[in-house]
């Protein structure tokens, strides 16, 4: 007898983990938020086995947190997390860029200019909700391009965390028109296929949204 090797369709719980990654990311569900696990099962019309499946793998990722005794919350960075997560993702996304540069081929090019055009048309009707996910698909293009699994794996794991910030940088006055102008520079490199200055203007950029970011959440203190 031949043994069925089919593979399943996905799993119920990781369906789950997806869609709550959705409304963690879009801040549905909003940092230090408790996560009801009985309303959710409730609402997607599961029991609460896949749920707590979902919220397993969530913490693994490091997008919730499991406290004994207490129940699930959506993770909440401190200050001290984004003063050591922006420095690392500015060396990381910077060699993204400069490998990017070296590996992209005139379609790529073209692929990074129809998206930068899409930041320019956000930035002009200041929709800074669209300019920042734009700006998310245009980073994991940039990390695409880079073709480096390695680099793949790790800035990927921490560009989620950078994501749970909903980009609230972008609420600093003039910071819209900052990122986009350090966007334009970026695009000349890739145009210009000068990796180095990619590779900097990039890492810059970063510390630029860490800056604003830190002043930002000062002033809202």
Known sequence: MN???????????????????????SQDLKPGDAIDEQALAEEYGISRTPMREALKVLHSEGLVVLEPRRGCFVTELSGQDIDELFPLMALLEGRCAYEAVKKAKPADIKRIEELHNKLEKYAAANNREMYFEQNCIF?????????????KRTTSDLRKFLKLMRGRQLQLEGRLQASLAEHRMLLAAFQNGNPSAAEKIMHDHLISQWEALRKYDALAE
């Open 3 to 25: 043994k069925d090797t089919r593979i399943s369709t996905k799993a119920l719980y990781q369906e789950v983990a997806a869609r709550l990654s959705e409304r963690i990311y």
């Open 139 to 151: 980073h994991e293009l940039v990390q695409k391009l880079a073709d480096n699994n390695w680099l």
